[in-house]
Structures are given as structure tokens and as C-alpha cells.
């Protein structure tokens, strides 16, 4: 599944660039990222490392916060595009193409590091919240964003009343093991032309239930010492009907975990 799920990666890069670049990510930019944010730690003048930092928006927000921003991901076109755009605005971030399950960094290197939306896509969780700890000295931290295990596992449907607002969320095969299960999507907030003149993204999922990401964080060595739901409220589910399920239930799980020292 390693070269599987690098493939499948490498193959969406290009348009996902240019799609996410677009602004048609829409929980990211107007949800995730900014609740990410509010509740990371003092990162200036620290170094730090993303971890499958896709086409760089988020690694670059972290090196506009003061942090000496280091980053790594499994697809050549990813880095291509986020060096691309540290020629064009300069922030002394340093990008490698590397696996997240095998970190080519040596040990204690980082005082933080961050994973947005990517250790759920790679299939040996267990080995990349083992390399997150190894590089990190002791006493930092690595703050990561997943899909929500409980309310987005692989069977997930909203459910609307008669008038188009959301009544629940439906969920189911919250405890199959899934390894490498072929998604298929694309970003919702698209436009509909540009969504259908695009192959949609081929995501594999790697799902595991909460006690599982709990049980691996543990053996990792780290320590959790926050957790965040991010959810919009009502005036704003009402003014972006997009997010309005996460008003319901989330969509997204945040963590934080620090290793001893």
C-alpha cells in the first residue's frame, strides 16, 4: 500500500494545487486551518516540521508565524509547487520529498511539528507518530489534524429535512478495518464546471477508530495534552450552508501530543 498510496498522491498534486490554490477548499480555509491555528502554541523563532505538507499554504502560514519551517511529502509535484512558491515569496523554508513513516531527519532535530490532514492518509500511522516523536526534542510537540474517527468514518451521509437544512449525520463502519480503500471526490466548493472538466482526486483511506489513534499516540511515547473539535456556529452555518454539517458534528478531530523532557 506504500507505493499505492504514494501513487495516488502524486497523481491528484497537480490539480489539487491548483484547485486548493483556487480557494475550493473550503473547510480548510474557512474552518480547519484557522481553528488550527488559534490553538497551536507559541511556534516564533522555533523550528519546526509539517508533515505531509501537500502544496505548502499551510507550511508557509507557520513560516509567517516566526517559525523556521522545515517540510516533507511523498509527492514530487507537491514540493515542486511549494518551491515554487518560496522562489517567489522567499520565507527560509526548506522542502524534501520523503515518507512520513520514515523521516529523513536526524533524531531530536525539531522543537514541533505538525501533520495537516495527512497522517490519515498514510498506512502505518503507528510508524509515522513513532518518527514525529524520534525527531522531535524533548519537551516539543506535534500538533495534527485528521478526518473525525466517529463522524467521518467510511460510510458518512448528511441528512436534510424537506427545506434543505441539516438534520443529522449519518455514520456506519466505524469499526472495519480499512487499509487502503479507494476514495473518490473533489472538492464540493468548486464550481460545477470546473468540477467536471477535472479527474476526480483518488484517495486512500486508512481509517482507525479513536481508541486506535489514541492507543497509537500513546505508543509513541507522547502525551496528549489537547484535543479540538472544530465546528462553525449557527450565524455562520446559516451564512455558509457549505459548513453547516459541522455545526451538526464535526468533521474534523485536532490533537496535540508532547514528547516527555
Request: some cysteine; hydrophobic content about 40%.
Amino acid at each position: 500500500m506504500d507505493s499505492t498510496a504514494a501513487a495516488c498522491w502524486e497523481g491528484n498534486a497537480e490539480t489539487w494545487t491548483r484547485h486548493a490554490r483556487a480557494g475550493y477548499d473550503l473547510y480548510r480555509d474557512a474552518l480547519n486551518t484557522p481553528v488550527f491555528f488559534a490553538n497551536l502554541p507559541p511556534i516564533s523563532g522555533l523550528r519546526g516540521l509539517d508533515i505531509g505538507c501537500g502544496e505548502g499554504g499551510n507550511t508557509r502560514k507557520l513560516a509567517e508565524s516566526g517559525a523556521k519551517m522545515t517540510a516533507v511529502d511523498i509527492a514530487p509535484t507537491f514540493i515542486r509547487h511549494a518551491c515554487e512558491a518560496e522562489v517567489e515569496k522567499p520565507l527560509g523554508i526548506i522542502y524534501r520529498q520523503g515518507d512520513g513513516a520514515a523521516l529523513p531527519f536526524p533524531d531530536e532535530s525539531f522543537d514541533f511539528a505538525t501533520a495537516f490532514m495527512s497522517l490519515m492518509d498514510m498506512p502505518h500511522q503507528d510508524r509515522a507518530l513513532a518518527e514525529a516523536a524520534r525527531v522531535l526534542k524533548p519537551g516539543g510537540f506535534l500538533q495534527f489534524s485528521i478526518l473525525h474517527p466517529c463522524f467521518a468514518p467510511p460510510y458518512r451521509k448528511v441528512l436534510r429535512e424537506e427545506d434543505g437544512t441539516i438534520r443529522a449525520i449519518e455514520v456506519g463502519r466505524y469499526f472495519d478495518g480499512v487499509d487502503g480503500e479507494i476514495e473518490t471526490w473533489r472538492f464540493g466548493a468548486a464550481p460545477a464546471e470546473v468540477k467536471a472538466s477535472a479527474q476526480p482526486f483518488r484517495v486512500p483511506r486508512f481509517h482507525r477508530t479513536l481508541s486506535e489513534w489514541v492507543a497509537l499516540i500513546v505508543a509513541a511515547g507522547l502525551s496528549i495534552e489537547h484535543m479540538g473539535e472544530p465546528r462553525v456556529d449557527a450565524a455562520t452555518a446559516e451564512a455558509q450552508p457549505y459548513l453547516a454539517d459541522t455545526h451538526i458534528a464535526p468533521l474534523f478531530l485536532h490533537i496535540r501530543a508532547r514528547k516527555p523532557g
